[in-house]
């Protein structure tokens, strides 16, 4: 289209008309003052080459100026996502839980009365709650999901931060079933970083005092096992909540198994469990009604 007689240049007139194509905010005087530059023997031509070197520099200014456009766009997106996921997750995590539970009967505080106060083992992780640490976003977890909390650890005199995510109505399932049993956390992680974890779902209400970490765990078949008997010697009167079938292999009568939780917010498994909890309570010996539910342990 320019330099049309194959000589090498072209005139000043097409230099404009290129400039103001690829950049229309130009002024007249900006046109002028960029033309005066290169055109500086005034001959009203412009070498080709020189012409071209100034054009592909304003695409690539050009295509600098999209895509930080672009990554800005995109960065206003991603906090749109943050904001809504962590909207729809309190929502979710604090709406209102209808649990009634009306006062005991005469003839069922005897029977409870005859009966030892049990105790109710808690897994955490996958169990209670999710979570990872720094530079490692499991795909289970969607990108700017916000954490309920961050905990800051020195593992190894190296510092991580773990981002903790809680299982929909866990706050609500502690208050409950710590009216019913004696709480006990039995995790499988490290204590620096149970401890941390246990510490954050109590929240000052001392319903999580006693704990055991990985130290007081038996490697068997290449993994944690949990030894019930370690926390008391009366099987009767203990069970776990885990979701792992590995951790409670040698107690498989004294357990109730829980689908493996990542980040589905709708997840209710903890609320489910509720009415069953509420009435094992009554029982002289837990065994007698969990060990019928030895098919879905999958040891």
Known sequence: ???????????????????????????????????????????????FEVCFNICLQMLKQLQMGIRAFLLFASKIWNFICFVFRKQVRAIIQHQTVKYDVLPL??????????????????????????????GVIRQMVKPGTPP?????VTIDRHPVRFFVHKRPHVDFF????????????????????GAAVADKLDNNRGILNKRY?????????G?????????????SSIFILDNSPGAYRAYPDNAIPIKSWFCDASDTALLNLLPMLDALRFTSDARSVLSRNLHLHGL
């Not at 950049?23 to 009203?44: H, R, V």
């Not at 069922?108 to 720094?134: F, Q």
């Not at 970490?213 to 078949?221: G, L, M, S």
């Open 1 to 47: 289209m320019y330099d049309k007689d194959g000589k090498g240049y072209i005139n000043v007139a097409d230099l404009r008309e290129i400039l103001r194509a690829l950049d229309d905010k130009l002024t007249e005087d900006e046109l002028d003052e960029m033309i005066a530059e290169i055109d500086t023997d005034g001959s009203g031509t412009v070498d």
């Open 105 to 134: 009967s005469p003839l069922s505080k005897h029977r409870l009365s005859l009966v030892r106060r049990k105790i109710l083992v808690l897994d955490l992780d996958e169990t209670l709650i999710h979570s990872h640490h720094d």
């Open 148 to 152: 309920d909390f961050v905990l800051k």
């Open 174 to 193: 502690l208050d409950m079933v710590s009216k019913w049993y004696d709480l006990v956390i039995f995790t499988a992680s490290m204590e620096i970083y």
């Open 213 to 221: 970490y990985r130290q007081h765990c038996c490697v068997r078949y």
């Open 223 to 235: 993994s944690f096992n949990k030894d019930l008997s370690a926390i008391t010697s009366d099987l």
